[in-house]
């Protein structure tokens, strides 16, 4: 969320942000709202004085006649402050559609087609035989069951089973491993959440359809059934994110290097009839996810969306699959986003790469709806700025490892800083 001043002295470039993210936002009635909620502030303060000088007045006088106007004007200061109320409740509502503004080198386009290629890194592998798809690999090598997944969970389930489970337990384990000796903190993230994390940070309420809400919420400590309504996570983003909601921080303690591991749940409502095969686009995986909370300096927070990224190339060099790094363009990245990459791994079924990180810097715009403030050494506060990256999401990933190392004979090599959760370097059929 961007602050009313903000957007005031920054009309034209929230403007622009407005138009190159095609967003719907109501600029115009929130710059007329925020100046009837001033209006309703002089005339609450006007009556305030009115009133201490009525007070005064009667302190000497006695005059009982000014009991009466003393009355009148506390209904004027009621009236004036509900007024006032519903005035900013519209008004912080439609904040919440208003963009962030995108960085100077951010390419403007509408679709994927406008995002800018930055460098590859890693050979495309050659096969001198017919290759196949992850999906008939994981079937032959009994790895992945997509018909009995269906059966069990609905459209896109699966079973991951015998090694593809182990693949799956020893990927999440080695970014884990790769984010501790970073310097991050290592936490499991809840899959249930309140409403205010996603609301915080921000996928709500633009993107609701996309993430599932719990029909029965629960008890309470007193095992009433639970009124407030209760959704399930798609990033370990939000929880970490709300984990200092309504906190203010010391400014020696940034930046703060999160880590989050977490099952995510998705209804991809937006997405029917795209990538529906196999392992691309499921309903529910899991993750393992960067956030960095740092000082409100677009520098600083540069660097730190670099260095995000690197962390995740680092892992996809270790995994030895060939990668490209790609910067989003205005309308393909959120709403919150003020600088967006792409890492999109190789995938030879579909003879090009597939989206498998994101890394993103959002400034304060989440901190912001959070309530999430910093306090300096001379006490002044401000909204620190936040990021996330993933750091590995999987089933996604296994597309691209079994692809990119299938055999001639229909096995599969298992690289090398997998091995040891496996306890072999080949995945043989199960003929």
């Known amino acids: 969320m961007l602050s009313i001043d903000f957007i005031i002295k920054n009309k034209k470039e929230v403007e622009k942000a407005i138009r190159v993210k095609n967003v719907n936002c109501e600029l115009d009635k929130i710059l007329k709202l925020d100046k009837e909620r001033k209006k309703r502030i002089f005339k609450i303060e006007k009556f305030y004085q009115e009133r201490n000088k009525i007070s005064e007045t009667f302190q000497r006088t006695k005059n009982k006649d000014l009991i009466k106007e003393g009355k009148r004007i506390k209904k004027e200061i009621l009236k004036n402050k509900k007024e006032k109320e519903k005035i900013e409740k519209d008004l912080n509502r439609l904040l919440l559609t208003v ?33 196949k798809d992850h999906i008939e690999i994981g079937k032959k090598i009994d790895i992945l069951d997509l018909k009995r997944g269906t059966k069990v969970s609905g459209f ?26 970073n310097g991050f903190t290592l936490f499991l993230a809840p899959c249930l959440l309140r409403e205010f994390t996603l609301i915080g940070s921000g996928h709500f309420p633009q993107g609701r359809e996309d993430i599932y809400q719990i029909l029965n919420a629960g008890l309470n400590e007193r095992g009433e059934k639970l009124k407030e309504p209760v959704f399930l996570s798609g990033t370990a983003e939000s929880p970490l994110l709300a984990y200092f909601a309504n906190e203010i921080l010391n400014e ?10 977490s099952h995510c749940f998705r209804s991809e409502a937006g997405s029917y009839g795209k990538d529906t095969r196999g392992l691309y686009r499921l309903h529910e995986f ?8 740092c000082k409100n300096d677009i520098d600083e927070s540069e660097k730190w969306l670099l260095k995000m990224r690197e962390i995740s190339e680092k892992l996809l060099q270790k995994l030895d699959l060939p990668y490209r790094v790609i910067q989003i363009c205005s309308q393909d990245m959120g709403l919150g986003k003020y600088k967006m990459f792409d890492i999109e791994t190789w995938m030879p079924s579909r003879n090009s790469y597939g989206e498998t990180h994101s890394a993103s810097n959002l400034t304060d715009w989440q901190t912001r709806r959070l309530k999430i403030r910093v306090k300096n050494k001379i006490g002044a506060k401000f909204y620190p700025f936040a990021l996330n ?26 690289p090398s800083v997998l091995q040891k959760y ?9 003929f």
């Not at 750091?391 to 298992?414: C, F, T, Y």
């Not at 496996?422 to 199960?430: D, H």
Request: proline letters at 5%.
């Open 99 to 131: 963009p962030n503004i995108i960085s100077k080198d951010t390419p403007i386009g509408s679709d994927e087609r406008a995002n800018k290629e930055l460098f590859q890194w890693g050979e495309i592998p050659k096969f001198d035989f017919q290759i």
């Open 156 to 181: 896109r389930g699966y079973f991951l089973k015998n090694e593809g489970l182990l693949l799956h337990l020893g990927l999440i384990f080695e970014a884990i491993k790769l984010m501790q000796d």
């Open 252 to 261: 020696k303690d940034l930046p703060l290097k999160f880590c989050g591991f």
């Open 286 to 293: 899991q993750k393992v996810e960067q956030v960095v909370v």
């Open 389 to 414: 990256n993933t750091a590995i999401a999987s089933p996604r990933i296994l597309i691209s490892i079994l692809e990119n190392n299938q055999q001639k004979d229909g096995s599969v090599k298992i």
């Open 422 to 430: 496996i306890g072999k370097k080949v995945i043989r059929p199960n």
